[in-house]
């Protein structure tokens, strides 16, 4: 694939192999720096069975072609579609994080892979999270309606929109047409503009419900903004107070926040970029690191670090931020057709379901865009192999994600089959 280079490459790598002893670390690129570490195999006073050296052999083999495939799918950033990109992967065998590109195209500052990114809907799954803990705690019921904790929010002639439908896409609210188009003269509309809660749920109020609640799946961000509100009612406190003490300092997270009306990101982070055209057809890049996050808030305003979200993941999964009797709602998906185009839904209470190849495994996450930023995350419901990666996408808000795209590459690497 043909690259327009905006800067010379930049890349770090970690790798560590469980278990096995480690191939030799095949040579980097000039600009690249990489280490290995092994954690040997210890064998008996007598020598090991053919068989089992046999096994170790293929099980050494396999984490190195892993990782092999996983540095390949981050090289040669930044390139014309990406400036950064930061990932994580582990399995029983293996744990390995990779950095590649610069986290600040114009001072050409390496991403060392401890920076923080604007995680968009990613936000959800922490969202749901406290909800989740709410309804264990008996102050939120699935089955109670937003007309019931909320009064006078939604239209007098919507219908009875139930906690549950909030939290699987399945309320059928309308959401409001609060941001630009991207590729269009409007595209930062609102990016320094504050929303209070209220009027950002109530935007798309004008217009008629969806579908009847409960009978469809639509993915939105308007049912979690309803849930952020949710929260505060029944806690009396803010959403923001509720989520560092049920989620980010439970789960240990040292660099995760929810940044609030600030536009800015705390400390160390990658800088987010929007490719644009020029009159003469000529490409030049935005920096859209700054941006006011209220527009999103409880679906989409968290930053974090990769380091985070791997915590996050393993603490969610093995039941240690919600009850195991509600975390199954997470993996939870309705027997119900998607909105509009009919498929079968695929989306839990906060979290996708994902299966790559018919009959291969099934893999749990979530997916998050701000301009400048896409990232993601997907674990087995075991948490035992996981994927969590941040790309600085200069088209985050437009791009397919197919197999050649730099996403799809990263995401066939750790959690499907590596092309050759």
Known sequence: MRRNRIAAFAATATVIALGVSAAPAMAAPAASHASVQSAQSVQPAHSASRAADKTADKTADKTADKAAALRKAIDGLPDGA????????????????????????????????????????????????VALQLVHEGKLDLDGTVQHYLPGLLPAHYPDVKVGQLLNYTSG????????????????????????HRTLVQAGFGKPMEFTPGTQQHY??????????????????????????????????????????????????????????????????????????????ASGDLIT?????????????????????????????????????GKPAVYGSGLARVQLTKGGPVYWGKTGSRYGYLNGFAATQDGKQSLIYSVNSTDAKGENVTPDSRVGRIIAAGVGTPSA
Do not use: C
């Open 82 to 129: 990406a400036t950064a990109a930061q990932v994580r992967y582990k399995d029983k065998d293996l744990r390995w994080s990779g950095t590649s590109g610069e986290a600040d195209v114009r001072t050409h500052a390496p991403v060392k892979g401890d920076e923080r990114f604007r995680a968009g809907s990613i936000t959800k799954t922490f969202t749901a999270a």
């Open 173 to 196: 609210l309308p959401g409001g047409d609060t941001r630009g188009t991207p590729k269009t003269p409007d595209w930062d509309k609102g990016r320094y503009t504050t929303w209070d």
């Open 220 to 297: 939105s961000n308007i049912g979690y903004n309803v849930l952020g509100m949710l929260i505060e009612k029944v806690t009396g406190r803010t959403y923001e107070q509720e989520l560092r003490d049920r989620v980010i300092n439970r789960a240990g997270l040292k660099d995760t926040y929810s940044p609030g009306t600030s536009f800015r990101i705390k400390g160390r982070h990658t800088h987010g970029y929007e490719a644009l055209k020029n009159a003469d057809g000529t490409t030049r890049l935005v920096d859209t690191t700054e941006w006011d996050q209220s527009e999103t808030w």
């Open 305 to 341: 670090t990769t380091a985070d979200l791997d915590r996050f993941v393993s603490a969610l999964f093995a039941g240690r931020i919600v009850p195991q009797q509600e975390l199954k709602l997470m993996f939870t998906v309705p027997q119900v057709p998607q909105y509009e185009s």
